[in-house]
């Protein structure tokens, strides 16, 4: 069956938040917009359902969303009135100490401050002079950091503002090392820990430069507007999206691979999918993996010499495992804390932090990984019954394996190799919970493998669509020169992760793809 274009039509490829952004915005302008996910759901990395244990709610993939919260992308839509609800769990963060005292971010910077004060006199008013830069500053680079490259709007709104804030010593910070910052900045291991956790949300090493930006971006994201979660699972923010879609005539057809674009040109003429439509459109806008989409849906020999050389350099970030667990009671901490966090951190020191990623770096699989724990039923009681606890970690591990610190992982991440290590990240979560273990009623493990067969934009458990190392940021995402969501194909614009800004689930990167192909509309390119 051949489907003639008629008027202004496009296809996005994969109902990621990315894809469904995309799409949402395209429909407000008037386009016609159908949806192609190869999966039986929508959604991509937003997903959750009741798969570990019945009557708990656990995430699949991502669990808090602060960069959703922030989006002008995301807010825009308005997708309160689809159903979506946030909920906040008491505390924002909290990393425990050995000593069973706890680090921990609220909402209220002054709380935040008063707690710091506790583990070193001056931290807080250190966190305070943080913060206050931070709502000087914040919200335009925040804007600029997500808005396409280069961000003339929103960067002039930084440079006004950056005499108030200190000028160059402000900027010198944003670009130094997580390590260097902490340290220069606090005293305690305790306000070191909570900002430097933050940082390693990604994988810039914590001596690398932008580090820093990453871990005040996500702390100061957690003392502004939370880290919030959807009420009733993460796949409620994907079903808002898609009902809104719905709602502005938007399709989408589940269970649909797109196996080819097609082009004429150097321009898109239409897509060859898996149901045997061949559809022609005026544009295709992929929320897919760069790797996907070039030498894959588009042959390298319809592609520039240039791509396919630069793609070849193209470098993804650590792989992960993850699991989930629910929970009898709620996690037996040593010493909780009066307001329980709804994300964790667990690493015993900075150091340990440190090595911990650094080993990952180097190809080796930490016998002491760094955790990034969610308490979901504290940030959301419908998560599971009263009483009880979801939960989940997630450890990033090398792609490529070299050596295990604990002489049991080989990298092939096969069922044994994927519980062996989720033994071993059990067992940094009850040496500060005691009796952990014991409240455990069910556990699965997501490892590289079972991540990407969930969502294949999670290649081998690549969360962020890429590195977030500077060499592959901005104009250099995800290669050098399409550092935007134009492609060298016209008519056919890059949505996903793999695009500036990178990963988070914040819309950007469909947003940017969405505005690029109604200029290029506007000016007569498609």
């Known amino acids: 069956m051949t489907r003639t274009a008629e008027g202004r039509t496009v296809v996005v490829i994969g109902s990621g938040p990315n894809g469904l952004v995309a799409a949402n915005l395209l429909a407000d302008a008037g386009w016609q917009v159908e949806v192609l996910e190869s999966q039986d759901r929508p959604g991509g990395a937003v997903a959750s359902a009741e798969d570990v244990a019945e009557g708990f709610v656990h995430d699949t ?69 943080l913060c206050r830069q931070w709502g000087i500053v914040g919200p335009s680079l925040t804007r600029a950091l997500l808005a396409p490259f280069p961000p003339v709007r929103a960067g002039i709104g930084v440079l006004a503002r950056l005499p108030k804030v200190g000028g160059l010593d402000f900027v010198r910070m944003l ?46 994201l957690g003392q502004t507007v939370g880290f919030p979660v959807p009420e009733g699972g993460a796949g409620r923010l994907a079903t808002a999206l898609t009902d809104r879609l719905s709602s502005r005539g938007g399709v989408i057809r589940l269970g649909v691979r797109v196996e080819r674009i097609l082009t004429e040109g150097g321009h898109v003429t239409g897509v060859v999918a898996s149901d045997g439509e061949h559809r022609r459109v005026r544009a295709v806008v992929a929320d897919v993996a760069a790797p996907a989409l070039y030498g894959g849906l588009v042959p390298w020999s319809e592609l520039p010499a240039k791509v396919a050389t630069r793609m070849a350099r193209f470098e993804l970030d650590p792989a992960t495992v993850k699991v989930d667990w629910a929970l009898s009671s709620s996690i037996p901490w040593t010493n909780a804390p009066a307001l329980s966090p709804g ?67 080989r990298g092939t991440w096969d069922e044994s190799e994927i519980e062996r290590f989720a033994d071993r990240m059990q067992a940094r979560v009850e040496k500060y919970a005691p009796g952990f273990g014991s409240r455990v009623i069910a556990r699965r493990v997501l ?21 977030a190392n500077l060499h592959q940021q901005l104009i250099f995402r995800p290669i050098p020169g399409l550092g935007r969501a134009e492609t060298p194909i016209g008519g056919l614009f890059l949505a996903s992760a793999a695009a500036h800004p990178g990963g988070g689930v914040h819309g950007a990167c469909g947003a940017n793809a969405a505005r690029a192909l109604l200029v290029a509309a506007r000016l007569g390119r498609l």
């Not at 390590?179 to 990604?202: C, I, K, P, Q, Y």
């Not at 989940?392 to 090398?398: H, I, L, Q, S």
């Not at 490892?447 to 290649?459: K, V, W």
């Open 61 to 129: 993939f991502s669990s808090f969303y602060p960069f959703a919260a922030a989006s002008p992308a995301i807010s825009r839509l308005g997708l309160e009135e689809f159903g979506l609800r946030w909920r906040h769990a008491p505390a924002v963060l909290g990393h425990p100490l050995p000593s069973g005292e706890w680090a921990l971010l609220h909402r209220d910077a002054e709380k935040t401050a008063a707690d710091l004060d506790r583990h070193q006199p001056g931290d807080g008013q250190a966190w305070l002079e």
């Open 447 to 467: 490892g590289p493998r079972q991540l990407q067969e969930r969502n294949e934009n999670l290649i081998n458990g690549a969360l962020n669509g890429g590195t």
């Open 343 to 409: 994300t964790i951190h667990l690493a015993d020191s900075v150091d340990d932090l440190q090595s911990s990623m650094d080993l990952v770096g180097a190809h080796v699989v930490p016998a002491k990984p760094f955790l990034l724990m969610g308490q979901m039923t504290t940030a959301d009681s419908t998560r599971s019954p009263a009483g009880t606890e979801s939960v989940w970690a997630y450890a990033r591990v090398p792609q490529t394996v070299h050596a295990d610190e604990g002489d049991e992982v």
């Open 175 to 220: 670009i130094e090392p997580a390590r260097s910052l902490v340290e220069s900045r606090f005293r305690s291991e305790a306000a070191r820990l909570l900002l430097a956790g933050n940082a390693m949300h990604v994988d810039i090493a914590m001596t690398a430069p932008g580090s820093g930006l990453f871990g005040v971006l996500l702390a100061m």
